[in-house]
């Protein structure tokens, strides 16, 4: 009967939306080389990206953590995710972002899922307008500020090839690189 097949089609609708493989990828640790590389720009907006951009937020919501620049996940092109949201459901993704800094100065601890476990106080501006690409190519910009703000900075940071720790004295990230090295897990 057509209720019958109704109730098949919510089901069929169900299981293909709920097909779709959840991929946790490995975040590279400091003081990996890797995290050095110069993140090239994305011009393929294809499906490639779109489940890269995916497997980066369930890796990013499985570690915890508030963002993650592809760089973390050895794919060296300018992508990243965050999400600041205390229900974990406002992903937001960004590509080729490029920023304009303004506002005061204000020094906020910082943590990054390349150094696990280490958190150190780091300068930033407080206010940073964002200008890049969504997931389809279309061109978007936008003021953040408060966290959002510092997040951003922190992942773009990343595709640069630069991370958090560069930030403070040598001494103290020599410290940090020696720490982690020796937590290593093989
Ligand atoms: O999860 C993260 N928390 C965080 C806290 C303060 C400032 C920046 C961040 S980003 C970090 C995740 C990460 O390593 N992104 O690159
Ligand atoms: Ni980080």
Not at 75 to 95: A, C, M, R, W, Y
Not at 135 to 154: K, Y
């Amino acid at each position: 009967t057509q209720y019958k097949n109704f109730i098949l089609k919510i089901i069929i609708c169900g299981t293909k939306f709920s097909l779709r493989q959840m991929s946790v990828l490995e975040i590279l640790k400091f003081p990996d080389p890797r995290l050095r590389t110069i993140a090239k720009p994305v011009d393929d907006f294809g499906k490639n990206l779109k489940t890269l951009s995916q497997d980066m937020l369930d890796t990013m919501y499985q570690a915890p953590g508030i963002g993650l620049a592809a760089t973390q996940v050895n794919v060296h092109i300018q992508l990243i995710v965050v999400d600041i949201s205390q229900t974990k459901d406002e992903p937001v993704i960004l590509v080729n972002p490029e920023l304009e800094l303004s506002g005061e100065i204000l020094e906020a601890e910082e943590g990054c899922l390349s150094l696990p476990g280490i958190y150190e106080k780091v300068s930033r501006r407080t206010i940073a307008k964002v200008f890049g690409q969504d997931i389809e190519g279309n061109d978007i910009n936008f003021t953040s500020e408060g966290l959002l703000a510092v997040c951003i900075q922190h992942e773009v940071d990343h595709l640069r090839g630069k991370v958090f720790v560069d930030y403070i004295s040598n001494l103290k990230r020599s410290r940090i690189k020696r720490k982690l090295v020796k937590n290593r897990v093989a």
